[in-house]
């Protein structure tokens, strides 16, 4: 089967429009970290309620969400200028995610109507391979040294040490474990192999429908 190149150009579409909803939903999941809040016994580590550990935690990722500029306040904890500039870089790359998110979904549904009208579904195909050919490489790493994959990728997304927080100046950090990172990047590893199993289910669908 041949792909043209505007069905190569569909599926990067489509393969960056379904990891950055992976993450958007992820972040949006506050139900995970709520779970995680029993599950790694945050109050008996912190010493912190549970409505205060909500609270904070709300704060940050309802600030990530935004698109707006105000700025981040936590309810009860303190936040150093070195935490303050690090939310901040966080959110603008959250910002692009969603940016991408939107506008892939936008130009990828009227690729995908246009490939529909010509009966080429070649791109949904390629787009499942590309979604999990991805968290393969991804999942292989963690599963390797998640400690290691963690600090390397907080090395590449910023240029500066401000994501190594002092729990004396920033003690939201304290109610952030590195294994609910962990969980974040499992639920949006699963999320993108869903969207290649979707993506690969509705190409074989379509290919017996066309051989009929």
């Known amino acids: 089967m041949k792909i043209k190149a505007w069905s190569i150009l569909l599926s990067l579409i489509l393969t960056l429009t379904l990891i950055s909803l992976a993450v958007v939903l992820t972040l949006a999941c506050k139900p995970l970290y709520y779970l995680d809040i029993h599950a790694l016994h945050i109050p008996e580590t912190t010493g912190y309620t549970i409505s205060e550990i909500k ?116 003690p939201i950090i304290n109610i952030l474990p590195d294994a609910y990172f962990l969980h974040c990047a499992v639920m949006i590893l699963v999320l993108v192999i869903l969207g290649s199993l979707i993506c690969g289910l509705i190409y074989r669908r379509v290919q017996r429908k066309n051989v009929k």
Request: glycine letters at 6%.
């Open 55 to 170: 609270a904070n935690y709300d704060a940050v990722i309802d600030y990530s969400l935004s698109f707006g500029n105000a700025p981040l306040e936590f309810p009860t904890f303190p936040m150093s200028e070195g935490g303050r500039i690090h939310f901040e870089e966080v959110k603008n790359i959250f910002n692009l995610f969603k940016y991408i998110a939107i506008f892939g979904t936008l130009t990828g549904a009227a690729g995908i109507l246009r490939q529909r009208r010509k009966q080429s579904y070649g791109y949904l195909k390629l787009t499942a391979i590309l979604t999990v050919a991805l968290p393969a490489v991804i999942g292989a790493t963690v599963a390797l040294n998640w400690d290691w994959t963690f600090a390397a990728f907080h090395e590449l997304a910023f240029n500066n040490d401000y994501w190594l927080f002092d729990p004396a100046t920033d």
